[in-house]
């Protein structure tokens, strides 16, 4: 069972930036893949970015390309989403998930942080 703890999330203002940490348990075949996904009242849970343990492969999500970037440190078994250029339409729970493959849809990922709220105001 792989855990997943995300820290960072806060309040900020349009313009500024935040960055978030995941910590994974273990790095195992059942996790060579970190996604970052999330989810603002009344809509969906949707795909912001994800890497790889093994070579670090990124994709991201067309709306937060440019803004966002995901590293790993793979000493400290973390995942980080730096998140620049915020704006309100942000402003979500953000969710770490673990998958044994690059994947886009939550469906596909096995285990869940409990996330961490972003809240950008205007």
């Known amino acids: 069972q792989v855990q997943l703890v995300e820290s960072g999330g806060g309040l900020v203002h349009a313009g500024g930036s935040l960055r978030l940490a995941c910590v994974a348990s273990?790095?195992?075949?059942?996790?060579?893949?970190m996604g970052w996904f999330r989810q603002a009242p009344g809509n969906e849970r949707e795909f912001v970015a994800v890497i790889t343990w093994r070579g670090g492969t990124t994709f991201y999500a067309a709306p937060v390309k440019g803004r966002f970037t995901v590293s790993r440190d793979i000493a400290e078994n973390t995942v980080y989403l730096q998140m620049n250029s915020l704006n309100p339409e942000d402003t979500a729970v953000y969710y770490c998930a673990a998958a044994p493959a690059v994947a886009g849809t939550a469906d596909e990922y096995d285990y869940w942080g409990q996330g961490t709220q972003v809240t950008v105001s205007s």
């Open positions: 273990e790095r195992t075949f059942r996790n060579n893949a």
